[in-house]
């Protein structure tokens, strides 16, 4: 077979194509012709890599993906809600509010990385997440909880209006995992302060007049997004940050030094959830990638990066114990320092393949005020 007819062919191939993505209805603008990406695969008709990114659709990728996000978090904490007003009134047991409460910190773990838009202007890092607590906080502001009455404790409005320490998951945790304290009818009441901070965040995004179409309305205009890539950039950005969250601060404070460890500086170290937390948020950085930025991004960089995650989600699977243990042991403190370099390694390799895919490089990030 001659070279001229493979070129026709693919030139058919690429005619087809566009007129598939041209036949696509456009759910956003009827009417309007969408972009040269697959609805349904969210990958593009022509292969990435060209010099031409397509932001919008980057942008409309990245709102299907944060949209699942937040409203698992919204359910996951009216289920905790749930539970806890079961498990206090003694119709279920505790193991069941603890696998919920577990179930609610995995659904906010991958949040944990968007410090920017509503999180940011609701404050609610420090609400749902006190961590890291480095005074004790969150023990002082459950004192006071603890002091009001039953129906006080049991009332969402009243826990709001507490300090954050008494407010979120490490609350919850403590009340939980602590000898001799009682978590009820406490946990009801912080259960449905995170229910209703679960609801004002996705609405902060995805209500009418949200984020979302704040993004959607990217242009000289805009208060914060002069053009679509800039949107791009600040979500490139927050995944940069969460992956220095892992090596800097989930992994970093209970490491220490090989001298000096610090066990109880793990992120949920009572509850024993750190490993999990961290591959919970590993996995909501890696479904940005593949679902929202995968389509602008070249083959074998989409491939490299989906191993390095891989291999970094194996690593915290070989440590075979939670962090604040192993860290206490020699020879497990050397796999925790194995995995900070592997989260440092896949940050490293998105800089190399991902960012410049994208024609972005990382802003300022919430890490840059710690």
Same mark, same amino acid.
């Given at each position: $077979?001659?070279?001229?007819?493979?070129?026709?062919?693919?030139?058919?191939? /690429?005619?087809?194509?566009?007129?598939?993505?041209?036949?696509? =209805?456009?759910?956003?603008?009827?009417?309007? =012709?969408?972009?040269?990406?697959?609805?349904? @695969?969210?990958?593009?008709?022509?292969?990435?890599?060209?010099?031409?990114?397509?932001?919008?659709?980057?942008?409309?990728?990245?709102?299907?993906? &944060?949209?699942?996000?937040?409203?698992?978090? #919204?359910?996951?904490?009216?289920?905790? @809600?749930?539970?806890?007003?079961?498990?206090?009134?003694? @119709?279920?047991?505790?193991?069941? &509010?603890?696998?919920?409460?577990?179930?609610? +910190? $995995?659904?906010?773990? %991958?949040?944990?990385? !968007?410090?920017?838009?509503?999180?940011?202007?609701?404050?609610? =890092?420090?609400?749902?997440?006190? +961590?890291?607590?480095?005074?004790?906080?969150?023990?002082?502001?459950?004192?006071?909880?603890?002091?009001?009455?039953?129906?006080?404790?049991?009332?969402? =409005?009243?826990?709001?209006?507490?300090?954050?320490?008494?407010?979120?998951?490490?609350?919850?945790?403590?009340?939980?995992?602590?000898?001799?304290?009682? %978590?009820?009818?406490?946990?009801?009441?912080?259960?449905?302060?995170?229910?209703?901070? /679960?609801?004002?965040?996705?609405?902060? +995004?995805?209500?009418?007049?949200?984020?979302?179409?704040?993004?959607?309305?990217?242009? %000289?205009?805009?208060?914060?997004?002069?053009?679509?890539?800039?949107?791009?950039?600040?979500? !490139?950005?927050?995944?940069?940050?969460?992956?220095?969250?892992?090596?800097?601060?989930?992994?970093?404070?209970?490491?220490?030094? !090989?001298?000096? %460890?610090?066990?109880?500086?793990?992120?949920? +170290?009572?509850?024993?959830?750190?490993?999990?937390?961290? #591959?919970?948020?590993?996995?909501?950085?890696?479904?940005?990638?593949? &679902?929202?930025?995968?389509?602008?991004?070249?083959?074998?960089?989409?491939?490299?990066?989906?191993?390095?995650?891989?291999? @970094?989600?194996?690593? #915290?699977?070989?440590?075979? $114990?939670?962090?604040?243990?192993?860290?206490?042991?020699? $020879?497990?403190?050397?796999? #925790?320092?194995?995995?900070?370099?592997?989260?440092? !390694?896949?940050?490293?390799?998105?800089?190399?393949?991902?960012?410049?895919?994208?024609?972005?490089?990382?802003? &300022?990030?919430?890490?840059?005020?710690?």
């Amino acid at each position: $077979m001659t070279v001229k007819p493979i070129l026709s062919a693919l030139v058919l191939c /690429a005619v087809a194509g566009t007129t598939s993505a041209q036949s696509i =209805a456009n759910k956003e603008a009827p009417g309007v =012709a969408l972009e040269t990406h697959s609805e349904e @695969t969210g990958l593009p008709y022509f292969a990435p890599g060209r010099g031409v990114v397509d932001h919008e659709a980057i942008r409309r990728r990245v709102l299907e993906v &944060f949209d699942r996000q937040f409203g698992s978090f #919204v359910s996951e904490t009216q289920a905790l @809600t749930d539970a806890a007003l079961a498990y206090c009134e003694g @119709t279920s047991d505790e193991a069941a &509010f603890k696998a919920q409460f577990r179930d609610t +910190w $995995m659904a906010w773990a %991958p949040l944990d990385s !968007y410090q920017f838009g509503p999180i940011e202007s609701q404050g609610a =890092a420090l609400t749902v997440n006190f +961590w890291p607590d480095k005074k004790n906080f969150v023990g002082r502001a459950l004192r006071d909880l603890l002091n009001k009455t039953a129906d006080e404790q049991a009332d969402p =409005a009243v826990v709001a209006g507490l300090s954050v320490g008494a407010q979120g998951l490490p609350a919850i945790e403590m009340l939980t995992y602590s000898d001799g304290v009682e %978590p009820c009818p406490a946990v009801i009441g912080i259960s449905g302060n995170l229910h209703r901070i /679960a609801v004002d965040l996705h609405d902060g +995004w995805f209500a009418e007049g949200g984020w979302a179409d704040l993004a959607r309305a990217a242009g %000289p205009d805009n208060p914060v997004y002069l053009d679509a890539s800039e949107f791009t950039k600040v979500v !490139y950005t927050a995944l940069d940050f969460g992956l220095t969250r892992i090596a800097d601060t989930r992994l970093g404070r209970p490491l220490g030094t !090989y001298e000096r %460890p610090n066990p109880k500086h793990a992120e949920a +170290w009572r509850s024993g959830l750190t490993n999990d937390i961290i #591959v919970a948020q590993l996995k909501g950085i890696e479904e940005v990638v593949r &679902f929202g930025f995968a389509g602008d991004i070249a083959e074998n960089n989409r491939s490299w990066i989906y191993t390095v995650f891989e291999q @970094t989600e194996g690593r #915290v699977d070989s440590i075979g $114990m939670p962090v604040s243990e192993a860290v206490a042991d020699p $020879m497990s403190y050397i796999r #925790v320092e194995g995995l900070q370099s592997k989260v440092q !390694y896949l940050q490293g390799e998105m800089d190399q393949e991902i960012g410049p895919n994208l024609g972005v490089e990382t802003g &300022f990030s919430a890490a840059d005020g710690d």
